[in-house]
C-alpha cells in the first residue's frame, strides 16, 4: 500500500487504522522510492494489533518501458539502501523540474517547482503531484486527463525517471535483506522479461492483485510454480489517488506472508 510519502492520499497511521477496520492482519508499506512512512506504521500497527512488513517499490526500465519492483522485509537502515534511495529521490526532484520546462515550450506557463513540491509531502515527487498541480490550475479536468493530454509516457513533455536495470534493483534490495518481487505482472506486460529477472535473484511475483480476471491471476500462479516465486499479492491502495482499488479489496492468506519472510530470512534455502 502507499501512503502520502509517495502517492498515495493518507498518513501511514491512517492506512493502518482503515487496514486494521478492513480486517487485514498483516500489510506491506511499499511507497515508491522512499521508506518514511514504515516506522510510523509500525508505530501504529502496535496499537491496533496488526503487523506492518517494510517494502519499497522502485522504478527500473527495460527499453523504455517502466517496471516496477518490489522489496520486502528490506533494511531501511542499511546504508548503500538508504544513499541509493536518496539518489533516486534527487533524480525525481531534476526530472520534475525538466517536466515543468517542457510543458512551458507548450504554453503551460503558470506552474512553479514550488507548488508541486507542497502536493507532496515527502521528496518522492512523482507525476501524480504535478497533475494536482495541472488540474487545480484548470490545465486539465482531472487526473487521467492530465496524463492523457500532458504527462502520460506518449506526451511531449514526459521525461523518464533515472534509469536502473531491474537486475539493480534485485541486487540492491537483496543486499538490504529484502525479497525482490515483480509488481503487476499483468500490468507491466513484459512477461517474456521475467526468467532473466528470476536469473539475477528475483524472489516472488505479484499474483494477486485487484480487477483482474481469475484467468489472469491463474496464469500467474503457473508461473510462479515454474520459477519457484513466491506468490504475493495485495491491494496496492493509494487512498483517494486511484479509486479503483482501496485497503482490503484484494486479500490474501498470511502464509504467503510466511513464505515471504521465510524467504527474506534464509534466500540461500529458496535456490
Ligand atoms: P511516476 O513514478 O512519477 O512516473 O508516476 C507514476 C504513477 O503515476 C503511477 O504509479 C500511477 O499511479 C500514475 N500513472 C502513470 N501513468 C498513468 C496514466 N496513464 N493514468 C493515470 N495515472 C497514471
Ligand atoms: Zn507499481
Same mark, same amino acid.
Given at each position: 500500500?502507499?501512503?502520502?510519502?509517495?502517492?498515495?492520499?493518507?498518513?501511514?497511521?491512517?492506512?493502518?487504522?482503515?487496514?486494521?477496520?478492513?480486517?487485514?492482519?498483516?500489510?506491506?508499506?511499499?511507497?515508491?522510492?522512499?521508506?518514511?512512512?514504515?516506522?510510523?506504521?509500525?508505530?501504529?500497527?502496535?496499537?491496533?494489533?496488526?503487523?506492518?512488513?517494510?517494502?519499497?517499490?522502485?522504478?527500473?526500465?527495460?527499453?523504455?518501458?517502466?517496471?516496477?519492483?518490489?522489496?520486502?522485509?528490506?533494511?531501511?537502515?542499511?546504508?548503500?539502501?538508504?544513499?541509493?534511495?536518496?539518489?533516486?529521490?534527487?533524480?525525481?526532484?531534476?526530472?520534475?523540474?525538466?517536466?515543468?520546462?517542457?510543458?512551458?515550450?507548450?504554453?503551460?506557463?503558470?506552474?512553479?517547482?514550488?507548488?508541486?513540491?507542497?502536493?507532496?509531502? !515527502? $521528496? #518522492?515527487? =512523482?507525476?501524480?503531484?504535478?497533475?494536482?498541480?495541472?488540474? &487545480?490550475?484548470?490545465?486539465?479536468?482531472? *487526473?487521467? +486527463?492530465?496524463?492523457?493530454?500532458?504527462?502520460?509516457?506518449?506526451?511531449?513533455?514526459?521525461?523518464?525517471?533515472?534509469?536502473?536495470?531491474?537486475?539493480?534493483?534485485?541486487?540492491?534490495?537483496?543486499?538490504?535483506?529484502?525479497?525482490?518481487?515483480?509488481?503487476?505482472?499483468?500490468?507491466?506486460?513484459?512477461?517474456?522479461?521475467?526468467?532473466?529477472?528470476?536469473?539475477?535473484?528475483?524472489?516472488?511475483?505479484?499474483?494477486?492483485?485487484?480487477?483482474?480476471?481469475?484467468?489472469?491471476?491463474?496464469?500467474?500462479?503457473?508461473?510462479?510454480?515454474?520459477?519457484?516465486?513466491?506468490?504475493?499479492?495485495? !491491494? $496496492? #491502495?493509494? =487512498?483517494?489517488?486511484?479509486?479503483?482499488?482501496?485497503?482490503? &479489496?484484494?486479500?490474501?492468506?498470511?502464509? *504467503?506472508? +510466511?513464505?515471504?519472510?521465510?524467504?527474506?530470512?534464509?534466500?540461500?534455502?529458496?535456490?
Amino acid at each position: 500500500m502507499h501512503t502520502f510519502y509517495s502517492d498515495g492520499s493518507d498518513a501511514p497511521e491512517s492506512v493502518v487504522e482503515e487496514a486494521c477496520h478492513a480486517g487485514l492482519s498483516v500489510i506491506a508499506i511499499t511507497d515508491h522510492d522512499t521508506m518514511a512512512g514504515v516506522k510510523a506504521a509500525q508505530e501504529a500497527a502496535v496499537k491496533w494489533g496488526i503487523e506492518v512488513v517494510p517494502g519499497i517499490e522502485l522504478s527500473t526500465e527495460v527499453a523504455k518501458k517502466d517496471i516496477h519492483i518490489l522489496g520486502y522485509f528490506v533494511d531501511q537502515n542499511n546504508p548503500a539502501f538508504a544513499k541509493k534511495l536518496e539518489e533516486f529521490r534527487s533524480a525525481r526532484f531534476a526530472r520534475i523540474a525538466s517536466m515543468i520546462e517542457n510543458l512551458k515550450k507548450q504554453g503551460v506557463n503558470n506552474l512553479s517547482f514550488e507548488e508541486i513540491k507542497t502536493e507532496a509531502n !515527502s $521528496d #518522492a515527487l =512523482g507525476r501524480p503531484h504535478l497533475a494536482a498541480a495541472l488540474i &487545480k490550475k484548470g490545465w486539465a479536468a482531472n *487526473y487521467w +486527463e492530465a496524463f492523457d493530454k500532458f504527462i502520460g509516457e506518449q506526451c511531449e513533455a514526459y521525461v523518464p525517471k533515472y534509469n536502473q536495470s531491474p537486475k539493480e534493483a534485485i541486487a540492491l534490495i537483496r543486499q538490504a535483506g529484502g525479497v525482490a518481487v515483480m509488481a503487476h505482472p499483468m500490468v507491466t506486460n513484459r512477461d517474456e522479461l521475467i526468467p532473466s529477472f528470476v536469473e539475477a535473484g528475483l524472489g516472488g511475483i505479484e499474483v494477486y492483485y485487484p480487477n483482474c480476471p481469475d484467468a489472469v491471476i491463474n496464469f500467474y500462479e503457473g508461473l510462479a510454480r515454474k520459477y519457484k516465486l513466491t506468490m504475493t499479492g495485495g !491491494s $496496492d #491502495a493509494h =487512498g483517494k489517488n486511484k479509486t479503483n482499488t482501496w485497503i482490503g &479489496k484484494r486479500r490474501i492468506p498470511c502464509e *504467503y506472508v +510466511e513464505q515471504l519472510r521465510a524467504r527474506a530470512k534464509r534466500p540461500e534455502n529458496f535456490v
